[in-house]
Nanobody
């Protein structure tokens, strides 16, 4: 099982990023997927989730209306589209599938 995240980086407030999580080694389309984040000195936070077929999503109140989770089961990949980024979105972002965690990707929002 392997989860490889990408797409993080440094962005100015108000900017956008798209995170990707490519999965291999298991039946990706059978499982729901979640994105978590953890900022320095803070508790880990569930950011968004999506069901196995992508028909249902949920979001933390802090990101509703700004972030969108999606998946492409043909590519075994889940995405997190992040718009209107704020400094408080700065964190390491992790994808989680079937209780497996990716290595994380750093997102820094700063001017």
């Amino acid at each position: 099982v392997q989860l490889v995240e990408s797409g993080g980086g440094l962005v100015q407030p108000g900017g956008s990023l798209r995170l990707s999580c490519a999965a291999s080694g298991f039946s990706f389309s059978s499982y729901g997927t979640r994105w978590y984040r953890q900022a320095p000195g803070k508790e880990r936070e569930l950011v968004a989730g999506i069901t196995s077929a992508g028909g249902s999503t949920n979001y933390a109140d802090s990101v509703k209306g700004r972030f969108t989770i999606s998946r492409d089961n043909a590519k075994n990949t889940v995405y997190l589209h992040m718009n209107s980024l704020k400094p408080e979105d700065t964190a390491v972002y992790y994808c989680v599938i079937n209780n497996y965690w990716g290595q994380g990707t750093q997102v820094t929002v700063s001017s």
